[in-house]
């Protein structure tokens, strides 16, 4: 589905921690044209799913920062799905969500990461109430406080944020697409679902043929392509007669459990598209500065994941076995991996998948409330 252990260019951005969370005055403001953020207003049904869209107004090529959503709406009753788009495929963070605020954290180690016009440089699926009434609104906005981008010579760029609103309404909405990412082959069934599908509803896949459209349901319907097709970050638009949906596609998964460490529990890993079967990690532990892991299974199988922990003379000190099902992603503080042992600044954890799946390790300040994300490495 994705490249296996690609190797990421020399500009890799490495976190040290003396710098972890730095304040955006620290960054001195490039002289370059900045950068616009801005959240597309759209028109969502009660019961439906609104995917909010950051679009840049004109491309930018971005190593590495934050950003700050704000939600905070009854209209609102969760978190569906949230994801980061890049052409390289190479951006990974983490979003922390809490009140009704999701902050990011993340990196584009090939600066790939605001490249893409025709696509938001990131998502996040919100369930609207089944009670919300229509003519509610809900206003969207970015912190400017919490707001950093850095270009590739990590030099701040001046960034301009527009608010976006949600106004409840219609009858139209896509709440997901599966398979939402990887190459789909020729044929194959693509499910669409939602809410108020007709069938005479239209669907289109941008740069691609549809060769057959099958009304299912009113909340689900199903195309197929005429050729192999990599879905990730399509655009697909779904119109009954003068209503018009537009949702760009990803592979969702879905968590095993929850964390008992509280800030691990309300983040949300976003993956690069790398996958690995061997992965190390240099764990840190000066509190309240912590380190967890993340691990996501898009195979159509279950893996067998092994963690084996290192001192920092490399002796094994403990190992774990975990069964990751397909779809599934697993997100833990260390400690709760390796009960009884410390996983310190020093040692080293080795994954070893059965089968290539994504990694991903947090870096976390619990007096901050911020969780970077910590590219795995190919060496201890």
């Not at 976190?15 to 955006?24: G, H, K, Q, R, T």
């Not at 669409?192 to 689900?220: H, L, P, Y």
């Not at 503080?333 to 991903?360: K, R």
């Amino acid at each position: 589905m994705f490249q296996s252990n690609r190797l990421i260019s020399a500009r890799v951005f490495v976190i040290a921690l003396a710098a972890l969370f730095i304040p955006v005055a620290a960054f001195p403001a490039t002289d370059a044209v900045g950068v616009e953020l801005k959240i597309a207003s759209e028109t969502v049904p009660p019961g439906g799913t609104f995917q909010m869209k950051i679009n840049m107004t004109e491309p930018k090529p971005i190593l590495k920062g934050r950003q700050a959503g704000t939600f905070k709406s009854d209209v609102f009753k969760g978190i569906k799905g949230i994801h980061l788009y890049s052409p390289d495929g190479d951006v990974s963070g983490v979003a922390v969500i809490r009140n009704g605020i999701a902050r990011f954290s993340f990196s584009s180690p090939l600066s790939s990461f605001g490249m893409d016009a025709d696509e938001p440089i990131m998502t996040i699926a919100l369930a609207v109430s089944k009670t919300a009434q229509n003519g509610q609104t809900a206003k969207l906005g970015l912190d400017p406080k919490f707001s950093l981008c850095l270009n590739p010579d990590a030099q701040k760029y001046p960034v301009s944020l527009g608010p976006g609103t949600m106004t409840v309404g219609g009858t139209l909405s896509v709440a997901n697409v599966v398979p939402g990412g990887g190459v789909v082959p020729a044929g194959s069934p693509i499910t669409i679902s939602g809410q108020g599908f007709q069938t005479d509803t239209k669907i289109d896949i941008n740069e691609a043929r549809i060769v057959s459209t099958t009304f299912i349901s009113s909340t689900q319907m199903q195309v197929t392509l005429d050729q192999d097709t990599d879905m990730e970050g399509r655009r697909i638009r779904v119109e009954n007669g003068n209503e018009r949906v537009t949702y760009y596609s990803y592979q969702r998964t879905f968590p095993i459990g929850k964390s008992n460490h509280a800030l691990v529990a309300q983040s949300y890993p976003l993956f690069d598209h790398t996958t690995w079967i061997d992965a190390y990690f240099k764990p840190t532990l000066r509190p309240p500065v912590f380190s967890g892991l993340a691990l996501q299974n898009m195979t159509a199988g279950s893996v067998q994941v092994q963690l084996e922990l290192y001192s920092q003379q490399g002796q094994l000190l403990t190992t774990r076995s975990v069964t990751l099902a397909a779809n599934n992603r697993l997100v833990r503080d260390y400690a709760e991996l390796f009960p009884g042992y410390t996983a310190s600044t020093g040692t080293v954890v080795h994954v070893h998948s059965s089968a290539a799946i994504q990694m991903l390790g947090l870096l976390g300040n619990d007096d901050l409330g911020v969780v970077q994300p910590v590219a795995p490495a190919s060496a201890p």
